[in-house]
C-alpha cells in the first residue's frame, strides 16, 4: 500500500488493525515513506552519475588511445624508413641496426628479411607477433593490430619493406596506458559513489524536512485523543501546509462540536427533565402527607411511586452531574475543611448507621480545601454501594498518605472479582453480584460520579481486597489545591 | 397566625403542585406567574416569604428579587436549576436569603422557609451590641450606624447579631449556617460569604478594607469592635 487511503471501519475493526495487512505485501511497500525516498534520491544519483562516469571514460579512452596509436603509427613509419635505407647498404649489421633505432620506452622492434628474423629483445621474436598479422604483412599489406601478451596489451605495427625485401614490425606495450584508464575508471567509480550516498543523505534530509510538519499532525493527533479535544494546528505562511492544518483543525472542531452536541444533548435532556419531575416529586408529596386517608390499595401505590420517584430523581441529577463533567462545565466549590470531621459527618448523614470512624492520630484536625458536596456524594454513594451490594460498611479509616490523604470504607463482602474492579466504576455496568442483595437498586451512576468527583479533586480511587473477603474502597485526595488539576 | 408566602413561577403545573404542598405545611400561598405580577402583587399584599423561579419570562428572577429589595426586607429564597452556577451566587448578591434546586422537595423547602420566618433572638441576649460606632438592638431589630438606621434584611440582620454576641471569637461557615439558616453541616458557605459581603457593605466604612468583620482565612468569621 502506497501512502494513505481511505477505509471505512466497521464492527472488528480494532482487531483488524491489530492484526495488521502487512503479510500480503511486497518488501518495497513495507520501506517507510522515507525509506523509499531516501532510496529512490539514491538510486536517482547513482543512474545520474554513473551514465556521466561512464561517458567521461569512453570519451577519455578514445582520446587517449587515439593519441597514442597515432604516436605508435609514427614512430613505426620512421623506424621502417631508418630501416629501408640502413638495409640498402648491404655492410650494416642488422643487430647494430635494430639497436639504433629510436624506440619509445617498453617497444621491441622485429625485423624480417628474406625469411630470417631478428629481435631486440630475446623474449620478442617472430612468434609473438601474431600470426595472422605476420602473414598479412609478409603479403605486402601493412597492419597494426591489438593483442595480449603474456597478460600484458600490446600493439603491433607491421609495415612491409618490399625494396629491401623485409617487413618492419615494432610490439608497443599498452600495460602504461591501460594502468592510466584502470586508475580513471577507479576514480570515476569513486565518485559515482560518493555521489550516489550524497543523493541518499539529500533525500533523507529532504523527506525529512518535508515529513515534519506531519509528525506534528500526528503529535496532535495523538494529544486530541487523549482527550484534550482543543488543541489546534498552527501553520506558518505556507500555503501548501495551511491547506493541511486547516482541513485537520475543521476535522477536530467538527469531533468537538459532536461530542459537545452529545453531552450538551444528556444535559438539556436532564434539564427540561427537572420541571416535570418538581411537578411529579410535590404532588406525590402532598399525596403522601395524605396517605393515612388512602385505601389500603392507593397506598401500596403511593409508596411504591414514592420509591420509584425517588430513584428515578437521583437518576436526573446524577446524570446532570456526569453531564456537567461530560461539558467540562463541572466547578469546584472549595472550602477549607477538617477532613476526618467531613468524612464523618458525611458518614452520619448517608445513614451509615455505627460504623465507627477511624480518623488516624497524625492528621486529626487536618484541613483540606475541597467541595464539601462532592466528597458527601463520594462518601454517601460508597456507603448506598456498600448497603446493596456487600452487608453495609464495616468501618471508615482515614488515613494519611503520599501526598494527600486516604479515606478507605472497608464493607462485609464479598469482594468484588478481580475482573470486575475497575469496571465497577463505569457508568450503568451491572456486575455479576449485583442486585443480589435488598429489593432497591442504585442509578447505576453512584460508583462513575464517586470516580468522576474524585477526580476533579485530582485524586483516585479504587477498590482492593481486605482480609477475609471484603472490599476497600479506596478514595486518595491530594493535599495540594484541587483546583489547579481540575479540568 | 400564619404566614403568607408568594410563589413566582411561571410553570403553571409546578405552582400548583408547589402551592398544595406548602397549604399542607400550613401556609396562606399566593401565586404570580411573572415578575411584574409579583411586584403587583406584593405591593397589593406584602407577604412574609417570597419564592423566585430564576428563569421567569420577560423580567427575570434576578431583576425581581431586586426589585422587590428596594423597598422590602421580606425573605427571599430562589429557585435555581444549578447549584455550581453563578447564578446562585448572582441570586444572593441580588438579595436572595436562601436557595433551593430544582427538582426540589417540598418538605425541604417547608424547612428552608420556616428556618427564615423564625425569630432571631434568643431571650438572654443584650438589648443593645454595640461595635465601633455600630449598635444593634436584638429586639427592636434595629443597626444604626453614628446615629443613621441603617436598613438590613432580615438574614443580615440575625447574621450581624450572632457575629456581635461573639465579639473576637472565630465562627465558621458551618457554625454560621447552622444558626443563621438552620443547615446541617453541608450547607453552601457561599451563602455566608455573600451575606457577609453586604454586611460590610453597609456597615463598614470601607468594605474593602473591613475593621469589623474579617475574615479569618480557613476558618471563617470573626467581629472586632
Known amino acids: ?487 | 397566625m400564619t404566614a403568607r408566602l408568594l410563589i413566582v413561577e411561571d410553570d403553571e403545573r409546578i405552582r400548583a403542585s408547589t402551592r398544595l404542598a406548602l397549604e399542607d405545611e400550613g401556609y396562606d400561598v399566593d401565586e404570580a406567574g411573572s415578575g411584574e405580577v409579583a411586584l403587583e402583587r406584593f405591593t397589593e399584599q406584602p407577604s412574609d416569604v417570597v419564592l423566585i423561579d430564576l428563569m421567569l419570562p420577560g423580567m427575570d428572577g434576578f431583576e425581581c428579587c431586586r426589585q422587590l429589595r428596594r423597598t422590602s426586607a421580606v425573605p427571599v429564597i430562589m429557585v435555581t436549576a444549578r447549584t455550581d452556577t453563578h447564578d446562585v451566587v448572582a441570586g444572593l448578591e441580588a438579595g436572595a436569603d436562601d436557595y433551593v434546586t430544582k427538582p426540589f422537595v417540598a418538605k425541604e423547602l417547608a424547612a428552608r422557609i420556616r428556618a427564615l420566618l423564625r425569630r432571631a433572638r434568643s431571650v438572654d441576649e443584650p438589648s443593645v451590641l454595640t461595635f465601633g460606632d455600630v449598635e444593634v438592638r436584638p429586639d427592636e431589630g434595629t443597626v444604626q450606624r453614628a446615629g443613621d438606621e441603617v436598613h438590613c434584611t432580615r438574614t443580615e440582620f440575625r447574621l450581624l447579631c450572632e457575629l456581635a454576641a461573639n465579639p473576637g471569637k472565630v465562627l465558621s461557615r458551618e457554625q454560621l449556617l447552622d444558626r443563621v439558616w438552620g443547615y446541617d453541616y453541608f450547607g453552601d458557605g457561599r451563602l455566608v460569604d455573600v451575606h457577609i459581603r453586604r454586611l460590610r457593605t453597609k456597615i463598614e466604612p470601607d468594605p474593602a478594607n473591613p475593621r469589623h468583620i474579617l475574615t479569618v482565612r480557613g476558618m471563617g468569621y470573626k467581629l472586632t469592635a
Open chain 1, 1 to 487: 500500500m502506497r501512502g494513505l487511503r481511505l477505509r471505512v471501519v466497521s464492527d472488528g475493526w480494532r482487531r483488524r488493525a491489530e492484526q495488521g495487512d502487512a503479510g500480503g505485501r511486497r518488501p518495497w511497500s513495507r520501506l517507510g515513506l522515507r525509506a523509499r525516498v531516501t532510496v529512490t534520491f539514491g538510486m536517482g544519483a547513482l543512474a545520474l552519475s554513473a551514465t556521466m562516469a561512464g561517458l567521461t571514460y569512453f570519451t577519455a579512452r578514445q582520446f587517449i588511445l587515439h593519441e597514442r596509436e597515432t604516436a605508435i603509427l609514427r614512430q613505426a613509419y620512421v623506424n621502417a624508413s631508418l630501416a629501408r635505407s640502413s638495409l640498402r647498404s648491404p655492410t650494416q649489421n642488422i643487430f647494430q641496426l635494430l639497436d639504433s633505432l629510436d624506440t619509445l620506452p617498453g617497444s621491441l622492434s622485429v625485423l624480417e628479411q628474406r625469411g630470417q628474423w631478428y629481435a631486440t629483445s630475446i623474449s620478442v621474436g617472430k612468434n609473438a607477433i601474431p600470426v595472422r598479422l605476420r602473414s598479412l604483412v609478409l603479403s605486402g599489406v601493412p597492419a597494426s593490430q591489438h593483442f595480449v601478451l603474456n597478460g600484458s596489451p600490446e600493439m603491433v605495427v607491421g609495415l612491409p619493406v618490399p625494396s629491401v625485401d623485409s617487413a618492419y614490425f615494432e610490439v608497443f606495450s599498452l600495460d602504461e596506458l591501460a594502468r592510466t584508464l584502470r586508475i580513471l575508471a577507479l576514480a570515476l567509480a569513486g565518485a559515482a559513489l560518493v555521489t550516489t550516498a550524497a543523493g541518499a543523505v539529500i533525500g533523507r534530509w529532504a523527506s525529512g524536512r518535508a515529513l515534519r510538519p506531519l509528525e506534528e499532525v500526528s503529535k496532535a493527533a495523538e494529544t486530541i485523543a487523549g482527550g484534550r479535544l482543543r488543541v489546534r494546528l498552527v501553520a506558518a505562511d505556507d500555503p501548501d501546509l495551511s491547506a493541511l492544518a486547516a482541513s485537520f483543525n475543521r476535522m477536530a472542531d467538527a469531533l468537538l462540536e459532536r461530542i459537545e452536541r452529545e453531552a450538551r444533548f444528556t444535559s438539556d435532556v436532564s434539564h427540561e427533565l427537572r420541571s416535570p419531575l418538581t411537578t411529579l416529586t410535590t404532588s406525590l408529596g402532598v399525596l403522601e402527607s395524605h396517605r393515612d386517608d388512602l385505601p389500603v390499595r392507593s397506598r401500596r401505590a403511593v409508596d411504591l411511586l414514592t420509591g420509584e420517584m425517588r430513584r428515578f430523581q437521583r437518576m436526573v441529577e446524577e446524570l446532570l452531574e456526569i453531564s456537567r463533567v461530560d461539558t467540562g462545565s463541572a466547578e469546584l466549590l472549595l472550602d477549607e475543611v477538617e477532613v476526618g470531621e467531613l468524612v464523618r459527618q458525611a458518614a452520619h448523614a448517608a445513614g451509615a448507621g455505627d460504623a465507627p470512624v477511624d480518623v488516624d492520630a497524625s492528621i486529626s484536625g487536618l484541613r483540606l480545601r475541597v467541595d464539601k458536596r462532592r466528597i458527601e456524594r463520594v462518601v454517601a454513594n460508597l456507603v448506598e454501594n456498600a448497603t446493596l451490594y456487600a452487608g453495609g460498611v464495616a468501618r471508615f479509616v482515614v488515613e494519611p498518605a503520599p501526598g494527600g490523604v486516604r479515606m478507605v470504607v472497608v464493607d462485609h463482602g464479598p469482594a468484588v472479582a478481580l475482573t470486575e474492579r475497575d469496571r465497577i466504576f463505569e457508568r450503568f455496568y451491572r456486575g455479576q453480584t449485583s442486585g443480589r442483595r435488598g429489593t432497591t437498586e442504585g442509578t447505576g451512576l453512584g460508583l462513575s460520579l464517586v470516580a468522576e468527583h474524585v477526580r476533579l479533586h485530582g485524586g483516585r480511587v479504587w477498590v482492593e481486597n481486605g482480609a477475609g473477603d471484603v472490599n476497600r474502597f479506596v478514595v486518595e485526595l491530594p493535599s495540594s489545591d484541587p483546583g489547579q488539576v481540575a479540568s
